[in-house]
């Protein structure tokens, strides 16, 4: 199925002006389900800080069209957010920097405290977040936890009901999102899946890509929240394209890793200076950031963790998976997964995905 695909990118010159105009118009939207519980935007005077809020915020793509499509409708004033682990966490305070009406839950309580201390509420579980917010969002680290903070027993689906929506911004496959939104939309509430193509340092930037799929109504209502924690977004169409969009750029970055390991390491065995290779690898036509960035660490066998190479190999996992239910061949993907499953046996599961480079060192 040929996916419409829309893209745009940050609606201000400048993340800091998006995050001051999203407090300019949170307090103000009443705290009621967000879809139909609000006047029409067309019907809000252009004096209103609502409609002035909503203008700024909205992306070029978007202002450049509202005469011939109509715009959100109205804006989620409270925003729920699940999940507040090494991605969740910085996307979380972003949106209460901008002064967005945010309330958080964890399984772990105690990661609650800081976002806490910034002016979030806290629940007990998925469902009192949901029940309480127009808009949750979820940040998940797997398929499983995904799905039992959406569907488990007080799960968010036990909080959702029409007029709310639900933003999952886990890095899932297509078959967990579907069932995601499966439940969701059968309390009559929205869905979109948003997984995102970034790390800790841009999510703690805000510039996050969101890969968006489901809903349409609810892409646009998000769309100021999605630019305050990113630099650019896609509408993919329908559920499931998402997923699969974020597991094949993760794929590609996977199978660029364990190549780029494998030069450095070949580098120094043939008597070349790894960290020149990094340089030279930065100024041509093959560099890329995550070169750049992580090579000088990966030459003194340092792995800050940015993302994990469990998640990373998760995502190899999936990307295959993906890959074999439409019989394309990946060899080289392939590959990579098992030098991924080889350092996760090393106890590198939690280290950044770079020490993967640890799994040849054992090879040799």
């Known amino acids: ?16 002006m998006a995050m001051a105009m999203c407090s300019a118009f949170c307090p103000r939207v009443p705290r009621r389900s967000f879809l139909g519980a609000t006047p029409a935007l067309h019907s809000i005077p252009p004096s209103s800080p609502l409609r002035l809020s909503a203008r700024a915020l909205s992306s070029p793509a978007r202002a450049s069209s509202s005469a011939s499509s109509s715009p959100a409708n109205e804006m989620p004033g409270r925003i ?5 682990g090494i991605m969740g966490t910085p996307m979380a305070q972003n ?18 405290d800081p976002l806490v201390s910034l002016g979030a509420q806290y629940k007990s579980s998925p469902e009192e977040v ?25 799960g968010a689906a036990n909080g959702m009901s029409p007029g709310k929506g639900y ?14 939104c499966g439940h969701i939309k059968g309390t009559g509430a929205l869905f979109l899946e948003a997984p995102v193509s970034g790390s800790k340092k841009p999510a703690e930037d805000g510039q996050l890509i969101f890969l968006t799929a489901g809903d349409k109504a609810l892409y646009e209502m998000v769309a100021p929240f999605l630019d305050i924690m990113g630099k650019s977004k896609f509408y993919l169409g329908d559920v499931g394209n998402g997923a699969a969009m974020k597991l094949v750029v993760n794929m590609i970055m996977g199978s660029m890793m364990a190549s780029f390991s494998e030069g450095l390491l070949l580098s120094e065995k043939v008597g070349l200076d790894p960290k020149v290779l990094v340089e030279v690898v930065s100024q041509g036509a093959i560099s890329a950031p995550m070169y750049s960035v992580k090579g000088p660490s990966m030459v003194q066998s340092q792995y800050p963790t940015a993302f994990p190479l469990k998640h990373q190999q998760k995502d190899m996992r999936l990307a295959l998976g993906l890959a074999e239910s439409v019989s394309q061949s990946t ?9 991924y499953k080889v350092a996760k046996s090393h106890g590198l599961s939690d280290q950044d ?4 480079i640890e799994a040849l060192k054992a090879k040799q």
């Open 1 to 16: 199925m040929n996916a419409w695909v829309h893209r745009s990118g940050r609606g201000l010159s400048s993340a800091a």
């Open 80 to 84: 729920g957010f699940l999940g507040l």
């Open 95 to 112: 949106l209460i920097k901008a002064g967005c009406d945010l309330t958080v839950w964890n399984r772990t309580k105690s990661k609650c």
């Open 130 to 154: 949901a029940a309480a917010c127009d808009v949750t969002i979820a940040m998940l680290a797997d398929p499983e936890s995904a799905v039992d903070v959406a569907c488990g027993k007080h």
């Open 167 to 180: 933003v999952d911004v886990s890095t899932v496959d297509g078959a967990t999102s579907k069932l995601i």
């Open 331 to 339: 060899p080289i993907a392939a590959a990579a997964n098992e030098l």
């Open 353 to 356: 995905f770079s020490a993967v």
